[in-house]
């Protein structure tokens, strides 16, 4: 069972950079994708960033490229979602996800909630003007 714990989420001025973190404390995430999500307030939740571990594999969203990076730590366990130049549309709950094992996938399907199955609970990101 994967068990995610997300961190590192806080208050940025635009511009600014932030690093958030998302361990697993349960099975390895080793040849899993792990994918970055984040909603908004009265906003459907939406795909940012993802990393299959397997080979490192990386995806993401058009909003963020070039701006957050998706890297993982297999030894730790973790997946990173680094991201810089920040603008006050990044505000909002950013969640982390897992796929089972042995999952990449195809063109879109990373962007689907329904491609993971564990999911953590959340850390916030605010951003001030």
């Known amino acids: 069972q994967v068990q995610l714990v997300e961190s590192g989420g806080g208050s940025v001025e635009a511009g600014g950079s932030l690093g958030l973190s998302c361990t697993s404390s349960g099975d390895t995430i080793l040849r899993r994708t792990v994918g970055w999500f984040r909603q908004a307030p009265g906003t459907e939740r939406e795909g940012v960033a993802a990393?299959?571990?397997?080979?490192?594999?990386?995806y993401y969203a058009d909003s963020v490229k070039g701006r957050f990076t998706v890297s993982g730590d297999n030894a730790k366990n973790t997946v990173y979602l680094q991201m810089n130049s920040l603008k006050p549309e990044d505000a909002a709950m950013y969640y982390c996800?897992?796929?089972?094992?042995?999952?990449?996938?195809?063109?879109?399907?990373?962007?689907?909630?329904?491609?993971?199955?564990?999911w953590g609970q959340g850390t916030q990101v605010a951003l001030s003007s």
């Open positions: 990393i299959y571990t397997g080979d490192g594999r990386t």
């Open positions: 996800a897992a796929t089972e094992p042995w999952t990449k996938p195809g063109g879109t399907a990373w962007l689907r909630q329904t491609t993971y199955t564990y």
